[in-house]
């Protein structure tokens, strides 16, 4: 159990850290912000997202597993999607809440690269979980297609005539990878928005629903799917990684 936590932490890390540039360029993105393309600024808010994620793997991940093994018929040998589905969205609503001001800090960093003292200077218990609500939302959309889906998506493959005795393994992985990145990207790249706008300028909004609101008028419907591509090229390698 001990070697399973260092190695969801050791594999947490090598993903956050070799994805974290795309997740730069699509923060930046998505508040419509003009990113700085040096090494330097790309890894802006790398050591809050390290954090951030470690935290998220081991509740989100851990927790899935215990309501995917509460749920589940012991006698049925089904791929249970159902199951999977809602312990995945409780699994990634609950870690949320907990993470989101580390989430807000890394925000605040990658579009305004303020020290971190400044950043929590300013922050009361409210301004912390400011963009809380949206956060959760996306959160449960990611663990619905990510987790969820690349979990489903694997066993059918091995179950499958072509991939059967799991003859190809890291086929198999990169396929899962690449199905969950997508439709994690599909489901939550407009709350991630939301919560990106909040989190990069807390006063300009009063509610979600405001931000929503604001965002639809001002600058259109395709507003929520700024940011898309990077999103999907950065969730399917990590679910790889």
């Known amino acids: ?27 930046n993105a998505q508040a419509s912000k003009m990113p700085l393309k040096n090494i330097s600024a790309m890894y802006s808010g790398v050591g809050a997202s390290i954090l951030r994620q470690n935290i998220n793997s081991a509740i989100r991940l851990n927790l899935y597993k215990f309501c995917e093994h509460s ?4 006698e049925s040998t089904k791929n249970n999607i159902t199951v999977k589905i809602f312990s995945g969205a409780f699994a990634g609503g609950l870690s949320q ?5 580390i989430d807000l800090i890394k925000v605040q960093r990658q579009i305004y690269h303020h020290s971190y003292t400044n950043i929590i200077k300013t922050l009361s218990l409210s301004r912390a979980y400011s963009g809380c609500a949206p956060n959760v939302l996306r959160s449960i959309c990611v663990t619905i297609g990510d987790i969820s889906t690349f979990d489903y998506v694997k066993s059918s ?18 396929m899962s990878s690449i199905c969950s990145g997508f439709f994690a990207s599909i489901l939550s790249n407009p709350v991630d928005v939301i919560k990106t706008r909040i989190m990069a300028q807390p006063n300009l909004y009063h509610s979600t629903y405001d931000c929503f609101n604001k965002l639809l008028k ?6 929520f799917y700024r940011g898309f591509l ?5 969730l399917g390698p990590w679910n790889f990684l």
Do not use: H
């Open 218 to 223: 001002k600058e259109g419907p395709s507003v």
């Open 1 to 27: 159990m001990k070697n399973n936590f260092y190695d969801l932490i050791l594999s947490s890390t090598i993903a956050e850290i070799g994805t974290y540039p795309i997740e730069y360029m699509k923060c």
């Open 230 to 234: 990077y999103n999907w090229a950065r």
């Open 71 to 74: 749920l589940e018929n012991p």
């Open 97 to 101: 809440l907990i993470i989101s001001p």
């Open 157 to 174: 493959l091995q179950d499958s005539k072509i991939f059967k005795n799991n003859s190809n393994p890291l086929l198999i992985t990169t």
